[in-house]
């Protein structure tokens, strides 16, 4: 993995400096760089042989900061009577600068005459939209509930990889990514952050589920998502034998933490 962690680490680095903004700074926390979805879209491109190395690296970028926009879209607060101006001021600026991380995709693509690539990934955003409203459905079920989370999580990895013919392991990565979502879901919960899925369990009608209840449902989805991936990756070919080892690596850990967790718990 040492070759492959270097070129995440500089796709990080390329997709950091492309999202500093030092007035949105001042305003709004620093975005989150998912490092699971460059392993999996570095995974997917790199075996695309039309493809140049140029337009591997601005397909990878140019989806994180499509990603990006739409996690920073998610911070934005509902306003509410009596706030201060500087709560009003940064829920106006998150708005603007996930429209402002969402311009850049656009641009970056643009630059190379990549016009599909710019379809494809405009389409994704709206589709994954309507999937987060669809979250919001009183009558779904848990489970229901957690599948759309499962293509909300996963969606723009797959039309990618659908628009460049690589699909062999979207399954994977999409059971990868909600499990994942899930474990941090739990952790910002027992820090007393931000849980949003976790908060539409509890509130729903048909559940009113106490916080330990919530936390235990969603564990065993994470624990059945994990169990997937880890038979899973016993099939993979040897080209995947990175993103394989990298995944090997962090479900290890993974399922070290939970253990601490409940113990803990």
Known sequence: MQNNELTIKELKDSIQYQLKHPYVAKFIPE?????????????????VDRLSEEQKRKYVIATMLVQIALDTHELVTVSSDGENEELRKS???????GDYYSGLYYYLLSKIGDVSMI??????????????????????????MVEYLRDIESLLIRRVAEFLGRTSILNTAADW??????????????????APILDLIMKHPSYRMTGGQALSTIEKFVEKYMTLVEHSLSTWPSRFANVKDYLNQHLYHSIMM???????G
């Not at 975005?31 to 075996?47: H, R």
């Not at 829920?91 to 600068?97: D, I, M």
């Not at 990514?177 to 931000?194: G, Q």
């Open 258 to 264: 939970n253990h601490h967790a409940v113990e803990e």
């Open 177 to 194: 990514l909600v499990a994942t979502r899930l474990r941090s879901e739990n952790v910002h919960f027992r820090k007393r952050e931000v």
């Open 31 to 47: 975005p989150v760089i998912n490092e699971d979805k460059i392993v999996f879209l570095t995974s997917i491109v790199s075996g």
């Open 119 to 144: 379809q494809t990934l405009a389409t994704a955003i709206k589709d994954i939209n309507e999937y987060k409203m669809k979250l919001y459905n009183d009558q779904l079920n848990i489970g229901q």
């Open 91 to 97: 829920r106006q600026l998150t708005v603007l600068a």
